[in-house]
């Protein structure tokens, strides 16, 4: 007889503090989502929305295992899939949910509403990780290029990723959807706990400590991320005629990145 494969009922509902770690593709978000993780008591999720969907089912069977099926954006909303089958549902008795969402999947599912609702009935919150969007943009082009996106620790590798063109037109989409989403981030969720890349950057254990004050975790070994940062040089030194660049997009666009640390 074949074995029965069929997924398990889901987990039964127990009321946790839940939140979301959101941020532009490239701003540390999943670094730090990698250290939350390690805390016993967070359960913490990514990639559960992730366009592909062998990406997204491991994401999914890695901790729920058989407990349900992962996200099928032709069967169920992801509005719907996060309440009903992600959040307040630890598996192993953890007291905090976390999901990971990039902006780029805030829009795709339209998930605004979904933020503004949860964080004012309470038990819910934001971490935002903000980054100026010429850097997610230069470091996700050149993460793209080598297909190199992450290293395990801070030297593992001296190799600088190669330098680029940039097509002013998907810099200037680019950077007008980053600042949309993070805009109405900050204006509709009141109880976000905000960080900037660069604070993460030079001082994990601050920003990180910073955080778990926020979740109200009394947790005094602070961990660290499982994926560090690539090594790099200065924007500028990235970018093929960056300047000449920067000077033909519109003026939104330009004082937007450059109202912001170019790191």
Known sequence: M????????????VQCLNFVLVGDVRAGTYPLHTALSA???IAAHA???HDDIATRTKAYTSYFKAHGFPFNPEENSAHYFLKNRIFDRPLHRETIVGVRITYDQMLKHDLFDFLKEHTNEGDFC????????????????????????YQTSRHSSDKIPGKIWLDDEELTDFTRDHSRVRDKINFICHDVCSIQYQDLYFDFDTEMQKILTFLEIP????????VYRLPNTTMTERVFQLDKILA????DVRGDIMARDLF
């Open 248 to 251: 033909e997009l519109p003026n």
């Open 219 to 226: 947790e005094t070994t602070i961990r660290h991320p499982a």
């Open 39 to 41: 805390v016993p008591v």
């Open 126 to 149: 934001v971490i935002h990780v903000e980054r100026n969007p010429l850097a997610c943009f230069i470091s996700k082009k050149q993460a793209d290029l080598s297909k190199t996106y």
């Open 2 to 13: 074949p074995q029965d494969v069929r997924p398990q009922g889901l987990i039964e509902k």
């Open 47 to 49: 990639h559960l929305l």
